[in-house]
């Protein structure tokens, strides 16, 4: 028994040293700390990477035309707020308040109107689904395959008809219908995620539509609410092919105004770079108060 006893504890022994060790050395390769932080190293880097460009623009705006084309750029030259003072019309006499008033109108009321339509249209699709609901949901999508430049003809030709030309209410009008696709697309996904169990209590204690949309479904599927808002906004807000063919001087857009700074004759860097930070900052805005719920939104749905 003397003789068997150390040959057992060798060999119990023996194996377990390298197993420590390499479960050591595995734990080691798979620090969780260690990723996370070239993970956050990485997403810093890339954050930077994108701001770049909007870096320079807002650091251009400040600087004079002169300073602003110089190649290369000179970034130590001197600050100066004249390209804001010729954006608001100090020294060239143009305002730029109803430009941005025709993009707050436009922008605010067709992202009200595509609400109103998506909402019921995507409770439908998704709580009560209609008969090939599939079918109708590519019907959406397949309005958003054609480029805007190619019904833009047919577009200018009919307002021109009607006498719709230079109308802020027939831009409203083409903002709905270019932004209605992708809300019932998101809606529909939003209210997917409605549990079933709250609209069959709901409807045994005898609510209607409307009472069912207003005080259960609008308050859990409020973040997705808020995204598909915020994004029609931004789309709508950012939109000039259709502004720029469809007004002119009473309904022109903040876009179209911007690009009545770009000049064939003397030099305009400054100025754009000016015009563009004050156009964005709305949609900075809005995006900085919504981002909560811009997350929680787009989120919604994306983990079963």
Request: charged residues 10%; aromatic residues 10%.
């Amino acid at each position: 028994m003397s003789t068997l006893t150390p040959a057992v504890h060798h060999s119990t022994s023996g194996p377990t040293a390298p197993i420590t060790g390499s479960r050591r050395r595995g734990k080691s390769r798979l620090d969780p700390t260690r990723n996370n932080t070239a993970a956050g190293i990485t997403a810093w880097l890339l954050a930077l990477i994108f701001a770049t460009p909007v870096l320079w623009m807002i650091l251009t705006s400040f600087h004079s035309e002169t300073d602003a084309a110089t190649n290369p750029p000179s970034i130590a030259a001197n600050l100066t707020l004249d390209a804001y003072k010729e954006f608001f019309g100090a020294s060239s006499g143009v305002s730029p308040w109803p430009p941005l008033i025709n993009s707050a109108t436009a922008s605010v009321l067709s992202t009200v109107l595509v609400l109103a339509l998506a909402i019921p249209a995507a409770y439908a699709l998704s709580i009560r689904p209609v008969k090939k609901w599939t079918d109708v949901m590519f019907f959406f999508l397949s309005t958003k395959m054609m480029p805007v430049v190619a019904a833009i003809l047919p577009l200018f030709l009919f307002a021109k008809t009607v006498g719709a030309l230079d109308n802020i209410w027939f831009l409203i009008l083409m903002y709905t219908s270019m932004n209605l696709p992708i809300a019932v697309w998101m809606m529909r996904s939003f209210l997917a995620e409605v549990p079933v169990e709250m609209l069959e209590a709901a409807q045994i204690d005898g609510a209607g539509l409307l009472l069912t949309l207003r005080k259960i479904i609008a308050p859990v599927a409020m973040p997705g609410i808020a995204a598909t808002a915020l994004i029609c906004f931004i789309f709508s807000w950012n939109e000039l092919l259709l502004a720029r063919v469809l007004t002119g001087v009473m309904a022109g857009t903040a876009p179209v105004f911007l690009t009545g700074f770009v000049s064939s004759q003397g030099l305009f860097l400054a100025k754009v770079c000016a015009a563009a930070v004050v156009i964005s900052l709305p949609v900075l805005f809005a995006g900085f108060a919504a981002q909560d719920k811009l997350v929680q939104g787009l989120s919604l749905g994306a983990v079963k």
